[in-house]
């Protein structure tokens, strides 16, 4: 499990491993995907947001299932899973889990 060093502007990297976590020092804008993204590259994100800080999603340009993005937990994890397919980044919160 790869651990995302919060930071602003952190660019997302499948290559990085197929899970990776994350925990939110603040609300976070994630960078324009890098290249390593490609058809069939999926990430499994399980983010920590503990004190309802948000992520915005719009400079990787993902497309949501039901056309919004995930509010996230105030408490323990979202699991948000995000997959290139077609060349677009297609994303789907998973769920909440406790810890």
């Known amino acids: ?29 994630p960078g324009a995907p890098s290249g390593n993204w490609a058809n069939g590259k999926s990430v499994t994100l399980f983010i920590s947001d503990g004190s309802a800080y948000s992520i915005t999603w719009s400079t ?5 299932k039901g056309g919004t993005a995930p509010t996230l937990a105030t408490s323990g994890y979202s699991e948000i899973n995000i997959t290139m397919e077609n060349g677009v980044l297609r994303g789907v919160h998973v769920g909440d889990f406790a810890s």
């Not at 990787?60 to 949501?64: C, F, I, K, T």
């Open 1 to 29: 499990v790869f651990p995302i060093p919060d930071a602003a502007g952190y660019a997302i990297d499948p290559n990085n491993g197929s899970i990776q976590r994350w925990a939110l020092g603040a609300s976070r804008t």
């Open 60 to 64: 990787m340009g993902v497309v949501w």
